[in-house]
């Protein structure tokens, strides 16, 4: 079955250490997107991907990194810059970034804490 | 940013009750989505409406928009249990896929 693989399910993260979560589709998607998710609200963008080897910032990028090397795959490093990392993080895809009445498709989501 | 906002922000029915749940937005768009969210999951798209359309079913779904008032709802009919989860409206203005989404609307649907 196509879909959005999101790993690990569950992360903790020590003070001053650079933790990288992993999304990977096999969908076929063009566009990735990384989202952050606090208790009781919705959805804010962090990075978006267009294409291999390109990225954008999203409305809160500030502690975070990543990297768009193949198609399938789209990391998040949450840095030690993020200093209130502890959220839900979700990844998400859609055929083209561009194709603007097209859904996304999200997967399962990290949920990362502090140590 | 906050583009959406659902209301209410909690919502808890009976089995076989309908459900409504509302979303404003502020600025003018090219689509409006509503996503669900089982708890501790990630969302799973419903339906799409376009800025030139008012109204869409799909299934026990009906959505509408109203763009004059910048509006949408999500009527959800003879609800279950299993509908238990919450709601998510979101945006998409400009020319990016980019999805700016409200807090969301949590309903409980009780047997």
């Known amino acids: 079955d196509g879909g959005i693989t999101q790993s690990p399910k569950y992360l903790f993260r020590k003070e001053g250490q650079n933790v990288t979560l992993s999304c990977e589709q096999n969908l076929n998607h063009d566009a990735m997107y990384w989202y952050r998710q606090d208790p009781g609200q919705g959805l804010r963008l962090i990075y978006y991907s267009q294409i291999v080897n390109d990225f954008q910032k999203g409305d809160i990028a500030e502690g975070y990194s990543v990297s768009r090397e193949k198609k399938e795959s789209f990391p998040l490093t949450v840095t030690s810059a993020q200093k209130n990392p502890t959220a839900f993080y979700l990844c998400?895809?859609?055929?083209?970034?561009?194709?603007?009445?097209?859904?996304?498709?999200f997967g399962d989501g990290t949920r990362l804490s502090i140590l | 940013s906050q583009q959406g906002e659902e209301d209410p922000q909690a919502l808890s029915i009976q089995e076989g009750e309908n459900a409504t749940m509302n979303c404003s937005y502020k600025t003018s768009i090219n689509n409006l989505q509503w996503y669900r969210q089982n708890s501790g999951r990630g969302l799973v798209h419903l339906i799409l409406?376009?800025?030139?359309?008012r109204e869409k079913h799909s299934g026990r779904l009906r959505v509408t928009l109203d763009t004059s008032k910048k509006s949408s709802s999500l009527l959800i009919t003879a609800s279950r249990a299993a509908d238990t989860a919450s709601y998510f409206c979101a945006t998409i203005s400009g020319g990016y896929n980019k999805l700016i989404f409200g807090a969301g609307t949590r309903l409980a649907v009780h047997p």
């Open positions: 409406i376009r800025s030139n359309e």
């Open positions: 998400a895809s859609s055929i083209q970034q561009g194709a603007f009445n097209q859904p996304q498709h």
